[in-house]
């Protein structure tokens, strides 16, 4: 089975480290695959849109071209636009998650060692 593991350093010599297989591959990065399906979608319905305005010869008949290729493929594209954004700063919410973790292990390791310190000297 395919697995790669992303790390993140700590402080000193620790690191993080989380095996992700391929099927969980695409279940964190669903809303990604979904953006660029609804940007592709857009394409297509603005496409087709466009192909159905060029074949009428009368503006009355190039309206509902217009109105559902034009429109429909311009809000699946910026529908498809929110969600990769989405994605990003789920991602980067993800990683301050991280650094907080890391953070409060060593703040914790630290009151540990100055705990031991105190206990030990006196």
């Known amino acids: 089975m395919d697995t790669t593991t992303p790390t993140m350093e700590g402080a000193g010599s620790s690191s993080a480290e989380v095996a992700v297989t391929s099927g969980q591959a695409v279940r964190l990065q669903r809303s990604r695959l979904l953006a660029i ?3 592709v979608a857009g ?3 603005l496409l087709v849109g466009w192909i159905g305005t060029a ?3 009368h503006a009355a008949q190039q309206l509902p071209f217009i109105i559902s290729g034009g429109l429909g493929g ?3 594209i910026g529908l498809g636009a929110a969600m990769w954004l989405s994605s990003d700063l ?3 919410w993800t990683k301050l998650d991280l650094v907080e973790a ?5 703040a914790e390791t630290e009151t540990g060692a100055a705990t031991a310190t105190k206990t ?3």
């Open 90 to 92: 789920a991602d980067e």
């Open 37 to 39: 399906a609804l940007v």
């Open 102 to 106: 890391a953070l409060t292990r060593l």
């Open 55 to 57: 074949s009428a010869v």
């Open 74 to 76: 311009v809000s699946l």
């Open 120 to 122: 030990g000297s006196q």
């Open 43 to 45: 394409a297509v319905v």
